[in-house]
């Protein structure tokens, strides 16, 4: 057994998933590594197990997808040729002349360092939410549409009785219909662009009349089963309360993506869930000095990064959803398995997934160009508006460091301002900076994924050795069903 | 209809945790956020310039946003961190290391 090739596919989302599944089946070891206490990553997120949810599917869409692959993964644990290690926050990986070490904190304090030596590795660490300022989005009450989703999928908890779902792009219709669905009064689905729009791009779209009909079936039952008001063109110019939300003012926009006048409206709500599409997780791939392309990780037709060893699936590599993730990630294990055993990869024992992945990317480049951002939206941002959550940095802030203090670049802004230099490390206002100041928006560059205590960066090489080749300690999920 | 019920969920029993001393009811396999959440609570930090209240945004990890104290230890993200039968919660003034 030890002298099968290793292949670490960090994050046990769709991408992962698929890309573990395709590397086990080749005769590759794999070692699954990801942060959640569960399988699934952020799309098919679980009730956690000791809420002994018995029909989760309810708040889930492509359940039989799921039970393949969590079947897969199962029979693959069992034979003993897949590791998978949850609870593991990965925060570098390393290459070396011959392999890769991939550093993690283990437990849900992330106290522990642990490493996990393979051959090549496969990153599928997925995205997260871009949410662009606004008065008042810093009021508890107010949270990201997916983080929204996040709670509800594995905690099965509501924020609040009354919500308003806001911002744009294609998540934020099932992230409505799952909160009214679960009680949850949705006082206004607030799309900021024209869905009439999306005509324009028919041909891309029509190439995968499934996922048409996916968005149809949730605007559907929206409107007619959860009677929620479609409020099209329109966002959310503030978010109203002293301590806690209480109510939001939505106003609509004209061609040009300015906001009308006297067209505000005030809405009473104690949740906002908002969002504005979503950004790549590149910390990883960054580090390791994989080349990007805009804000996301560039690859090759097998999902090959131009690092050797490294390959990258699902969001990482361009957000694109599930069922795209699930074609790169196998594309990726595939490619991954016949490289590390010494084979040319054969791109015929992946043609069905290669269709699949070029009709998604069609599409969702279609969707990226309707459901961007109003055009102006910086214009609704106050002086006084924070931009960076973690340093408390107003507007005036940014916008001075420009106008009166000459910063041409996002670097420069936070170096004056301190904007990108919190907890978050900028992946929060990364974004709105570079809008503010006119720059290109560029990935958050972290030397670290996550926060390292002191203690494990001081232990580095004395750490724990989790995973291949001998004797895995976490060899099986302790949540399987 | 809520959560629990859509999902025919038949949780392990109840067990008990404090937040700022008062007692709140949790759910086993719910995170700190998802406890303060069922029981009505959305803030629980201070921001260290500011002092303004922060709870829950991002809700996977990557904002730090609703970070508090458990058990004397600051800087946790509620939105990871499991609660546990008797954990003391309390809410995060400015670093958390003041007091």
């Known amino acids: ?481 | 209809m809520n959560p629990l019920e859509l999902t025919d969920a038949r949780p392990g029993p109840a067990f008990t945790v404090t937040f700022d001393g008062r007692e709140i009811d949790a759910l086993p396999g719910q995170t700190v956020a998802a406890a303060l959440w069922a029981a009505g609570v959305t803030s629980w930090r201070g921001t260290r310039g500011a002092g303004r209240p922060r709870g829950v945004f991002c809700g996977i990890g990557v904002c730090f946003d609703c970070l508090v104290t458990v058990n004397g230890r600051p800087n946790q993200r509620a939105c990871l961190v499991p609660a546990r039968p008797g954990d003391a919660i309390r809410t995060q003034d400015g670093t958390g290391h003041d007091d």
């Open chain 1, 1 to 481: 057994m030890t002298d099968r090739p290793r292949l670490a596919v960090i994050g046990a989302g769709p991408a992962g998933l698929a890309a573990t599944l395709a590397a086990a089946a080749e005769g590759v070891r794999v070692t699954l590594v990801d942060s959640a206490p569960q399988a699934g990553g952020q799309f098919y997120r679980q009730p956690a197990s000791g809420l002994g949810a018995r029909r989760p599917q309810a708040l889930h869409h492509q359940w039989r997808t799921w039970r393949r692959l969590r079947a897969g993964l199962d029979r693959q644990l069992t034979a003993g040729h897949v590791t998978h290690l949850t609870d593991h926050h990965v925060w570098c990986v390393e290459r070396h002349p011959v392999g890769i070490t991939v550093h993690a904190l283990r437990g849900p304090l992330q106290e522990d360092g642990v490493t996990v030596d393979a051959d090549a590795v496969v990153l599928a660490t997925g995205g997260y939410e871009k949410v662009l300022p606004f008065p008042g989005w810093t009021l508890p009450g107010v949270v990201t549409a997916g983080g929204a989703q996040a709670m509800l999928k594995g905690g099965l908890v509501l924020p609040g009785r009354t919500a308003v779902v806001a911002g744009t792009g294609p998540l934020l219709l099932p992230v409505a219909t799952g909160l009214a669905a679960a009680g949850t009064r949705v006082a206004a689905l607030v799309e900021s662009a024209d869905p009439k729009a999306l005509v324009r791009h028919s041909r891309a779209l029509a190439a995968l009349p499934v996922k048409l009909a996916e968005g149809a079936g949730y605007a559907a039952r929206l409107l007619l089963r959860h009677r929620v008001p479609l409020l099209a063109r329109h966002t959310v110019v503030e978010a109203h309360g002293d301590d806690r939300l209480d109510a939001v003012t939505v106003a609509a926009l004209d061609a040009g993506g300015r906001v009308r006048p006297g067209t505000r409206r005030r809405i009473a709500c104690d949740t906002l869930a908002v969002g504005h599409g979503m950004l790549p997780h590149t910390d990883l791939a960054a580090t390791l000095g994989c080349r990007l392309d805009g804000v996301a990780v560039e690859v090759d037709d097998e999902q090959r990064t131009d690092v050797p060893g490294v390959w990258a699936a699902g969001e990482a590599t361009g957000i694109g959803g599930a069922d795209l993730a699930l074609a790169e990630g196998h594309i990726a294990g595939r490619s991954a398995a016949a490289r590390l055993t010494g084979r040319r990869p054969d791109a015929r024992t992946w043609t069905g997934a290669a269709r699949s992945r070029a009709a998604l990317r069609g599409f969702f480049a279609a969707l990226d160009s309707v459901y961007a951002p109003p055009a102006h939206w910086t214009e609704q941002v106050t002086d006084d508006t924070l931009v960076c959550r973690c340093e408390e940095v107003p507007a005036c802030a940014v916008r001075a460091a420009v106008r009166e203090l000459g910063a041409g670049d996002v670097r420069t802004v936070k170096l004056l301002t301190r904007a990108g230099m919190g907890w978050c490390q900028g992946r929060m206002c990364g974004p709105a900076v570079a809008a503010l100041t006119g720059c290109p928006p560029t990935p958050a560059r972290t030397p670290f994924a996550r926060p390292v205590p002191l203690g494990v960066l001081a232990g580095q090489g004395r750490d724990t050795q989790t995973g291949p080749p001998d004797n895995p300690p976490d060899g099986k999920d302790p949540h399987d069903d």
